[in-house]
């Protein structure tokens, strides 16, 4: 069985995402901290964080990771924005031990110009002070599609990353199968799966993953583009991603669907839906041919 769930909505509450997550029929659950747009810190209060542990503890879900606002650049030489980035991901590590997700996932950011191993360096400064200043968290570095200075594109940045924060069971990575498509990392054919796989374990990072990100493309391979697209809507096609997804390499580790679906699409993608089910139950279908 897949583990499988979705990015969803902390309105209302933190405790509404786990409400969320069952009636969309999700195993797992990403949830922002708050605005991902904005530096503005949501203050989540002990009674909803009660709340949302009560009923995390009865409910289908069972991994939660929480992702950073966009606004995070862990790269950036410029210190106000260094700076920034520090608070925002102090207080989602503080969010992620307070509710007992699995991490907190973070794009590496950019260089701005700047030599691209300054910037990884600045990554793992600001990584290691995070570990250091909040006990028990979990730092998740997601690869990127690798647009402009753009850090995590490739699997020795990755690499890089993780091992110097010298900490392996506090730091982890999530592979995004969009970002790896558009980074010129393929995976559409079983030879490309498993050199991509073998890449992985060569450089310790099979072991070091937490999570997958399952969305499609809408650019061309190596496109460096990051633009999402619907399951089996974009260039890397529905056959790619659930091979992908059910290689054994990946047995038990969390998938997230960033993007919404549409029913329909099960239906044109072969897989017979005679009465509607869950957001969740469309995509299983989509991945596994479940009738």
């Known amino acids: 069985m897949i583990n499988l769930g979705a990015h969803v909505s902390i309105a209302g509450g933190i405790d509404k995402a786990i409400d969320r997550g069952e009636a969309l ?27 949302f542990k009560q009923k995390h503890a009865y409910s289908s879900v069972k991994d939660v990771f929480i992702h950073a606002i966009y ?20 207080d989602a590590l503080e969010l992620q031990v307070k509710i007992g997700a699995q991490g907190v996932i973070v794009h590496p950011g950019s260089h701005r110009s ?41 699997f020795d940045d990755l690499h890089y990353l993780i091992h110097g924060c010298g900490e392996p069971k506090r730091v982890g990575i999530c ?7 558009a980074s010129g990392i393929d995976f ?46 974009g260039i890397i096609g529905i056959t790619a991603l659930r091979s992908f997804v059910a290689n054994n390499a990946f047995k038990g580790i969390p998938i997230i669907l960033e993007t919404p679906i549409l029913k329909t699409m099960a239906v044109s993608a072969g897989a017979s839906i005679e009465k509607p089910g869950t957001y969740i139950d469309d995509i299983l279908r989509l991945l596994t041919h479940r009738g």
């Open 188 to 233: 559409r054919t079983t030879q490309a799966q498993h050199d991509c796989i073998a890449s992985l374990i060569k450089l310790d990072l099979l072991s070091a993953l937490r999570a997958i990100h399952i969305n499609d493309s809408a650019h061309p391979f190596a496109s460096h583009r990051d633009v999402h697209a619907n399951i089996g809507e």
């Open 25 to 51: 029929g999700c195993t797992t659950i990403q949830i922002f901290p708050g605005p991902p747009q904005t530096w503005r810190t949501i203050h989540h209060t002990d009674e909803s964080i009660t709340l």
């Open 114 to 154: 700047t030599r691209r191993i300054e910037g990884l360096q600045r990554v793992v400064t600001v990584a290691k002070k995070l570990l250091t200043d909040v006990p028990h968290a979990t730092l998740i570095f997601e690869s990127s599609a690798g647009a402009g200075d753009t850090l995590g594109d490739s």
């Open 175 to 181: 592979l995004d199968t969009c970002h790896m498509f």
């Open 71 to 90: 606004l995070c650049n862990c790269g950036s030489p410029d210190p106000i924005v260094y700076d920034k980035t520090y608070n925002a991901l102090k």
